[in-house]
């Protein structure tokens, strides 16, 4: 017999809970996207302010090279980031192994226990994903393409909620709720990122580049974690003792968020998304630990394989690594030295 688990206040899975109407969703995403293009044409705003004000300083003194001057020569392919743990997490993550094995040059603004909804509704972190854009099209390496990961953790957060009790009438997820979470308050906060993203590239180097976006493969809620767990206490507490079924639920939900995340082109009408399957690279059968460091977080070589996916995805979108200009030879006859394969992240809260 399992050993008894410490109950929390929890939330109960209602009818009378009931979500927006599934018709309102669409109207709900483009009013997002209308936000997120409302808000790019503020922010270019304040940065073409930025810029005169900048002009009348008195000029930098002159340096050799500039970075960026050092990454176009070498054929360095600059990407700009923004998400959770995915990408920036103890070992190994997305950004590490881009940088590492595909020679990506990553900036990434990641932070552990980021929410796509916060991020989404707190202007001075869009802020800073887009400046971070905006610098490297000043310093003239302009990135070929924005990754952003995100939703795990409001998932995580408030699943819960979601859940009939095992021991109720009905077994399961209360797919009103389900559908209004996913579909209404993570798809709306979607649309306005890749909205004011699409929007500020477009202004800023004349045509969009690709926005990729990845959704999560299906975890095991087996209790491992850091400090706790992320999943099972919380399917623990509605009854769900078993771990098979636990892993058919969380299958299920993350099911439905990967759906909607692959409309997310087509009901934004934003032609630059480009939407990642994870799924097929992470095993949740018998030998699931092999990719698996917890319930949340692959191993380093699972991330190995999810990284391959988003890579492939990138070279068929044309967002390659080109051939350098300048030969490791001159490179080294003119003193720049190899070309840098380092992450660089900034993490915020």
Known sequence: MPAKRKNRKVTMATPSRAAPRAQSFAELTLKSVQLGRKDADRYIAGHKRKSKMSKSAPP??????????????????????????????????????????????????????ARIVQVANDGKQLDAFCDEIARQVHQGNPPKAVLLSGGGNDIADNFEGFLYHRSSAQMGWNDTLVDGFINGTIKSAYAKILAKVDSICTQLMGHPIPILIHGYANPVPDGRGIFGNWLMDGFWNQGYVNLSERTELAKQFIGKLNTMQSKLKVDTKIGSVLYVDLRPALSSGPNYKADWTNELHPTPSGFEKVTKLIADALSAAGVTIPQPLLTTQLQTALGLGQQPQSVARRRIR
């Open 60 to 113: 930098a003194p002159a340096i050799r090279i500039t970075r960026a001057q050092f990454l176009s020569l070498t054929g360095q392919t600059s990407l700009v980031a923004k998400g959770d743990s995915w990408f920036n997490y103890i070992g190994s993550d997305i950004l590490r192994v881009l940088a590492r094995n595909y020679h990506y040059n990553v900036d990434g603004i990641a932070a552990t226990g």
